[in-house]
T-cell receptor, first 111, second 113 residues
C-alpha cells in the first residue's frame, strides 16, 4: 500500500522565519511528487517534482526531491501571515497514476 | 468562470437520505476524481474515472457510488447517508499522461444529521 507521511503535522512561526516542511513516501513505481497549498478552500498546486536534486522555486517557496532517500522538502523563506495554510504532499505511482496524499502540515504564521 | 465546479457547495441532510453531489469541468480533461477530506486525515480517494467508460474504486468507496455521464461530468452518490459521511468533498480533474497535476473544485461541505 502506498504511503505518504508529512512532518511536522503542525507548526507555528513568526513572520520572517524560515520553515522546512517534510514529506517521505513509499510508493511502487514512483512517477512524481506534488505539493499543494490549502487555505480555507480547495488545494492549489505549488510544485511537481520528478527528478532528484533539481530545485523548483517560486518566489519565497522552493522544493527539492530525493528519490534515493524517498523524501521531499518544501522551504518557505521570510514567511508572511498569508503563508498560513495546510500544505499537502501527494505522490503519483503505481499502474494507474492516482495520487496518494499525506495528512498535511498546518502552518500558522503569526505577525 | 471556474474550471471545475461543484454543486451544491453546502448540504445538510438526514440519516438514510439519498444524496448526489455533482462535478462539472471545462478543462477538457479525461480524468476525474472524488475525494473526501476529514480534519487531520488529508484527502482520501473515493472513486476515480479515466474516461467515460472507466470507473475505479479508491481507498474508501464503501457507501458511495459514482456516475460519469460525460467527459465533463462526474457525480458522486450516497445511497443512504450516515453521520460518519459528514465531510468536505472535493472533485478533481487531470490530463492523461505520466505526470498529472490535479485541479480541484471548490468543495462541497456535507453534514449528515
Amino acid at each position: 500500500e502506498d504511503k505518504v507521511v508529512q512532518s511536522p503535522l503542525s507548526l507555528v512561526v513568526h513572520e520572517g522565519d524560515t520553515v522546512t516542511l517534510n514529506c517521505s513516501y513509499e510508493v511502487t513505481n514512483f512517477r512524481s511528487l506534488l505539493w499543494y497549498k490549502q487555505e480555507k478552500k480547495a488545494p492549489t498546486f505549488l510544485f511537481m517534482l520528478t527528478s532528484s536534486g533539481i530545485e523548483k522555486k517560486s518566489g519565497r517557496l522552493s522544493s527539492i526531491l530525493d528519490k534515493k532517500e524517498l523524501f521531499s522538502i518544501l522551504n518557505i523563506t521570510a514567511t508572511q501571515t498569508g503563508d498560513s495554510a495546510v500544505y499537502l504532499c501527494a505522490v503519483s505511482g503505481g499502474s494507474n497514476y492516482k495520487l496518494t496524499f499525506g495528512k498535511g502540515t498546518l502552518l500558522t504564521v503569526n505577525p | 468562470d471556474a474550471d471545475v465546479t461543484q454543486t451544491p457547495r453546502n448540504r445538510i441532510t438526514k440519516t438514510g437520505k439519498r444524496i448526489m453531489l455533482e462535478c462539472s469541468q471545462t478543462k477538457g480533461h479525461d480524468r476525474m476524481y472524488w475525494y473526501r477530506q476529514d480534519p487531520g486525515l488529508g484527502l482520501q480517494l473515493i472513486y476515480y474515472s479515466f474516461d467515460v467508460k472507466d470507473i475505479n474504486k479508491g481507498e474508501i468507496s464503501d457507501g458511495y457510488s459514482v456516475s460519469r455521464q460525460a467527459q465533463a461530468k462526474f457525480s458522486l452518490s450516497l445511497e443512504s447517508a450516515i453521520p460518519n459521511q459528514t465531510a468536505l468533498y472535493f472533485c478533481a480533474t487531470s490530463e492523461t499522461g505520466l505526470n498529472n497535476e490535479q485541479f480541484f473544485g471548490p468543495g462541497t461541505r456535507l453534514t449528515v444529521l
